[in-house]
Protein backbone atom coordinates (compact mmCIF):
# COMPACT_ATOMS: atom_id res chain seq x y z
CA UNK A 1 0.00 0.00 0.00
CA UNK A 2 2.96 2.31 0.60
CA UNK A 3 4.03 1.59 -2.61
CA UNK A 4 1.33 1.93 -4.01
CA UNK A 5 0.88 5.56 -2.61
CA UNK A 6 4.78 6.65 -3.18
CA UNK A 7 4.03 5.49 -6.82
CA UNK A 8 0.86 7.50 -7.69
CA UNK A 9 2.51 10.53 -5.55
CA UNK A 10 5.53 10.47 -7.03
CA UNK A 11 3.19 10.38 -10.58
CA UNK A 12 1.04 13.14 -9.72
CA UNK A 13 4.78 14.87 -8.59
CA UNK A 14 6.11 14.45 -12.09
CA UNK A 15 2.84 15.65 -13.70
CA UNK A 16 2.73 18.85 -12.16
CA UNK A 17 6.78 19.32 -12.05
CA UNK A 18 7.78 18.20 -15.21
CA UNK A 19 5.01 16.90 -18.02
CA UNK A 20 2.81 19.89 -17.57
CA UNK A 21 5.07 22.46 -18.80
CA UNK A 22 2.57 25.47 -19.43
CA UNK A 23 3.36 28.69 -21.79
CA UNK A 24 3.84 31.79 -19.54
CA UNK A 25 1.45 34.36 -19.79
CA UNK A 26 1.12 36.11 -22.87
CA UNK A 27 3.24 39.55 -22.40
CA UNK A 28 4.79 41.67 -25.36
CA UNK A 29 7.56 38.71 -26.70
CA UNK A 30 4.54 37.11 -27.71
CA UNK A 31 3.07 40.12 -29.33
CA UNK A 32 6.51 40.86 -30.89
CA UNK A 33 6.80 37.03 -32.29
CA UNK A 34 3.33 37.02 -33.25
CA UNK A 35 3.96 40.23 -35.32
CA UNK A 36 7.41 38.86 -36.74
CA UNK A 37 9.80 41.50 -35.19
CA UNK A 38 12.40 40.78 -32.32
CA UNK A 39 11.08 41.70 -29.03
CA UNK A 40 11.99 45.39 -28.19
CA UNK A 41 13.18 44.57 -24.54
CA UNK A 42 15.77 42.13 -25.54
CA UNK A 43 19.47 43.67 -25.03
CA UNK A 44 21.23 43.37 -27.89
CA UNK A 45 23.40 39.99 -28.06
CA UNK A 46 27.49 41.68 -28.40
CA UNK A 47 28.30 38.70 -30.10
CA UNK A 48 26.48 39.48 -33.08
CA UNK A 49 28.61 40.51 -36.01
CA UNK A 50 27.88 44.18 -36.96
CA UNK A 51 25.86 44.97 -39.85
CA UNK A 52 27.54 44.65 -42.99
CA UNK A 53 25.40 47.53 -44.22
CA UNK A 54 25.97 50.20 -41.16
CA UNK A 55 29.17 52.14 -41.76
CA UNK A 56 30.53 50.57 -38.81
CA UNK A 57 29.66 46.91 -40.25
CA UNK A 58 31.24 48.11 -43.54
CA UNK A 59 34.22 49.94 -42.05
CA UNK A 60 34.25 48.17 -38.79
CA UNK A 61 34.24 51.62 -36.98
CA UNK A 62 32.10 53.45 -35.78
CA UNK A 63 30.28 56.76 -37.84
CA UNK A 64 31.41 60.02 -36.90
CA UNK A 65 28.84 61.39 -33.90
CA UNK A 66 27.92 64.87 -36.25
CA UNK A 67 27.06 62.27 -39.28
CA UNK A 68 23.50 62.74 -40.74
CA UNK A 69 21.32 60.20 -39.33
CA UNK A 70 19.96 58.37 -42.86
CA UNK A 71 16.34 58.25 -43.41
CA UNK A 72 14.36 55.32 -42.15
CA UNK A 73 13.37 52.84 -45.20
CA UNK A 74 10.91 50.79 -43.20
CA UNK A 75 7.44 51.54 -44.28
CA UNK A 76 5.52 50.23 -41.33
CA UNK A 77 7.37 52.98 -39.15
CA UNK A 78 6.86 55.68 -41.57
CA UNK A 79 3.28 54.84 -42.42
CA UNK A 80 0.73 57.81 -41.43
CA UNK A 81 -1.74 57.48 -38.91
CA UNK A 82 -4.50 57.71 -41.38
CA UNK A 83 -3.20 54.36 -43.69
CA UNK A 84 -4.58 52.28 -40.94
CA UNK A 85 -7.87 53.61 -41.00
CA UNK A 86 -11.11 50.99 -42.29
CA UNK A 87 -11.61 47.48 -41.34
CA UNK A 88 -9.26 44.56 -40.26
CA UNK A 89 -9.98 41.16 -39.69
CA UNK A 90 -7.57 38.57 -37.50
CA UNK A 91 -4.77 35.95 -38.90
CA UNK A 92 -3.85 32.87 -37.71
CA UNK A 93 -0.82 34.45 -35.81
CA UNK A 94 -3.31 35.46 -32.73
CA UNK A 95 -4.02 33.98 -29.73
CA UNK A 96 -6.76 33.04 -27.57
CA UNK A 97 -7.45 31.11 -24.56
CA UNK A 98 -7.21 30.66 -20.37
CA UNK A 99 -4.94 30.35 -17.15
CA UNK A 100 -6.29 28.63 -14.45
CA UNK A 101 -4.36 27.78 -11.29
CA UNK A 102 -4.79 24.09 -9.93
CA UNK A 103 -4.01 21.64 -7.37
CA UNK A 104 -3.72 18.28 -8.00
CA UNK A 105 -2.48 16.68 -4.66
CA UNK A 106 -1.58 19.19 -2.90
CA UNK A 107 0.80 20.29 -5.67
CA UNK A 108 -0.07 23.54 -8.01
CA UNK A 109 0.40 23.99 -11.67
CA UNK A 110 -1.11 25.69 -13.91
CA UNK A 111 -3.81 25.00 -16.62
CA UNK A 112 -3.61 26.95 -20.02
CA UNK A 113 -5.28 26.06 -22.87
CA UNK A 114 -5.27 28.88 -25.95
CA UNK A 115 -6.85 28.58 -29.74
CA UNK A 116 -5.55 30.63 -32.63
CA UNK A 117 -8.59 29.90 -34.69
CA UNK A 118 -10.32 33.36 -34.45
CA UNK A 119 -12.98 35.50 -36.15
CA UNK A 120 -13.51 39.24 -35.89
CA UNK A 121 -13.55 42.46 -37.09
CA UNK A 122 -11.04 45.89 -35.89
CA UNK A 123 -12.25 49.15 -37.26
CA UNK A 124 -10.07 51.92 -37.09
CA UNK A 125 -10.65 55.90 -37.47
CA UNK A 126 -7.69 57.96 -36.90
CA UNK A 127 -6.09 56.62 -33.65
CA UNK A 128 -9.21 55.49 -32.80
CA UNK A 129 -10.45 51.67 -32.54
CA UNK A 130 -14.31 52.58 -33.15
CA UNK A 131 -15.02 48.98 -33.32
CA UNK A 132 -14.09 45.21 -32.34
CA UNK A 133 -15.69 42.13 -32.15
CA UNK A 134 -13.82 38.70 -31.88
CA UNK A 135 -15.37 35.01 -31.76
CA UNK A 136 -13.74 32.15 -30.73
CA UNK A 137 -14.90 28.59 -31.49
CA UNK A 138 -14.87 27.15 -27.90
CA UNK A 139 -14.10 23.34 -28.98
CA UNK A 140 -10.67 24.38 -30.55
CA UNK A 141 -9.24 26.11 -27.34
CA UNK A 142 -6.41 22.67 -26.06
CA UNK A 143 -4.45 22.49 -23.77
CA UNK A 144 -1.65 19.67 -23.36
CA UNK A 145 -3.83 17.45 -21.16
CA UNK A 146 -6.72 15.51 -23.23
CA UNK A 147 -8.55 15.04 -20.08
CA UNK A 148 -8.63 18.61 -19.13
CA UNK A 149 -9.92 19.51 -22.95
CA UNK A 150 -12.76 17.07 -22.73
CA UNK A 151 -14.11 18.54 -18.80
CA UNK A 152 -13.53 22.30 -20.40
CA UNK A 153 -15.16 21.65 -23.64
CA UNK A 154 -18.03 19.44 -21.82
CA UNK A 155 -19.47 20.24 -18.25
CA UNK A 156 -17.18 23.32 -17.78
CA UNK A 157 -18.15 25.16 -21.08
CA UNK A 158 -20.78 22.93 -22.85
CA UNK A 159 -19.76 23.89 -26.32
CA UNK A 160 -22.11 21.96 -28.03
CA UNK A 161 -24.89 24.15 -26.23
CA UNK A 162 -22.34 27.15 -26.40
CA UNK A 163 -19.62 27.12 -28.96
CA UNK A 164 -18.07 30.26 -29.22
CA UNK A 165 -16.54 33.00 -26.92
CA UNK A 166 -16.86 36.46 -27.99
CA UNK A 167 -15.78 40.21 -26.86
CA UNK A 168 -17.51 43.39 -28.25
CA UNK A 169 -16.14 46.61 -27.59
CA UNK A 170 -18.45 48.83 -26.32
CA UNK A 171 -16.84 52.31 -26.09
CA UNK A 172 -14.04 53.25 -28.52
CA UNK A 173 -10.36 53.20 -27.69
CA UNK A 174 -8.36 56.25 -27.93
CA UNK A 175 -4.58 55.16 -28.34
CA UNK A 176 -3.77 59.21 -29.46
CA UNK A 177 -0.84 57.98 -31.84
CA UNK A 178 -0.23 55.11 -34.08
CA UNK A 179 2.60 53.34 -32.74
CA UNK A 180 5.43 52.84 -35.20
CA UNK A 181 8.70 50.88 -34.60
CA UNK A 182 9.86 48.76 -31.48
CA UNK A 183 6.46 51.51 -29.46
CA UNK A 184 3.84 50.06 -27.73
CA UNK A 185 1.21 51.92 -26.38
CA UNK A 186 -1.64 51.24 -23.68
CA UNK A 187 -4.98 51.85 -23.00
CA UNK A 188 -7.87 50.86 -21.55
CA UNK A 189 -11.05 49.20 -23.22
CA UNK A 190 -14.09 48.39 -21.99
CA UNK A 191 -16.58 46.19 -23.64
CA UNK A 192 -18.54 42.90 -22.91
CA UNK A 193 -17.16 39.35 -22.91
CA UNK A 194 -20.15 36.67 -23.50
CA UNK A 195 -18.91 32.88 -21.98
CA UNK A 196 -20.97 29.61 -21.69
CA UNK A 197 -23.88 32.07 -22.88
CA UNK A 198 -23.56 34.70 -20.65
CA UNK A 199 -22.72 38.30 -20.70
CA UNK A 200 -20.53 41.13 -18.73
CA UNK A 201 -18.96 44.31 -19.06
CA UNK A 202 -15.22 44.14 -18.30
CA UNK A 203 -13.14 46.52 -18.87
CA UNK A 204 -8.76 46.37 -19.04
CA UNK A 205 -5.52 47.83 -20.35
CA UNK A 206 -4.62 46.58 -23.82
CA UNK A 207 -0.86 47.21 -25.34
CA UNK A 208 -0.77 47.72 -29.45
CA UNK A 209 1.83 47.54 -31.82
CA UNK A 210 2.28 48.11 -35.15
CA UNK A 211 4.48 46.05 -38.00
CA UNK A 212 4.79 45.92 -41.91
CA UNK A 213 1.14 47.19 -41.80
CA UNK A 214 -0.46 44.93 -39.09
CA UNK A 215 -1.76 45.88 -35.84
CA UNK A 216 -0.98 43.83 -32.97
CA UNK A 217 -2.98 43.89 -29.48
CA UNK A 218 -2.40 42.07 -26.20
CA UNK A 219 -4.38 41.88 -22.96
CA UNK A 220 -5.64 40.15 -20.56
CA UNK A 221 -9.27 39.73 -18.57
CA UNK A 222 -9.67 38.38 -15.10
CA UNK A 223 -12.85 36.22 -15.06
CA UNK A 224 -14.77 34.92 -11.85
CA UNK A 225 -16.60 31.45 -12.69
CA UNK A 226 -19.97 32.06 -10.57
CA UNK A 227 -20.28 35.54 -12.92
CA UNK A 228 -20.77 33.49 -16.03
CA UNK A 229 -23.07 30.76 -14.08
CA UNK A 230 -19.62 28.38 -14.80
CA UNK A 231 -19.49 26.14 -11.67
CA UNK A 232 -16.11 25.66 -9.90
CA UNK A 233 -13.97 23.41 -12.21
CA UNK A 234 -12.21 21.16 -9.56
CA UNK A 235 -12.94 17.66 -10.48
CA UNK A 236 -11.88 14.58 -8.42
CA UNK A 237 -8.70 14.92 -7.32
CA UNK A 238 -8.21 18.55 -9.34
CA UNK A 239 -9.18 20.97 -7.72
CA UNK A 240 -9.06 25.00 -9.01
CA UNK A 241 -9.18 28.14 -7.99
CA UNK A 242 -12.69 30.14 -8.53
CA UNK A 243 -11.52 32.68 -11.24
CA UNK A 244 -9.22 32.30 -14.12
CA UNK A 245 -7.77 34.67 -16.82
CA UNK A 246 -8.79 35.40 -20.50
CA UNK A 247 -5.44 36.43 -22.37
CA UNK A 248 -5.00 37.43 -25.86
CA UNK A 249 -2.57 38.09 -28.40
CA UNK A 250 -4.43 39.72 -31.42
CA UNK A 251 -2.98 40.40 -34.91
CA UNK A 252 -4.63 41.89 -37.79
CA UNK A 253 -4.39 42.48 -41.27
CA UNK A 254 -6.87 44.90 -43.80
CA UNK A 255 -9.80 42.92 -44.55
Known amino acids: MIAAVVLVFGGILLYTQVINDAPDA ?12 PDPTDPPDPTDPPDATSPAGAAGTTAPADSPTPPTTDGAADEPAGSFDGDWVPTAASEFGYR ?6 GLETT ?24 EVQVAT ?8 DAQFRGRIMNADEFPTATFQLTEPIDFGSIPVGDETITAAATGDLTLRGVSNPVSFDVTARTTDGRIGVLGSIPVVFADYG ?7 AVRTEDEGLVEFVLVFEPA
Open 141 to 148: ISSDSSQR
Open 111 to 134: AVGRSNEIDGLLTIEGTTATALDV
Open 230 to 236: IDNPSFG
Open 26 to 37: LDESDLSSALGQ
Open 100 to 105: VQEVLA
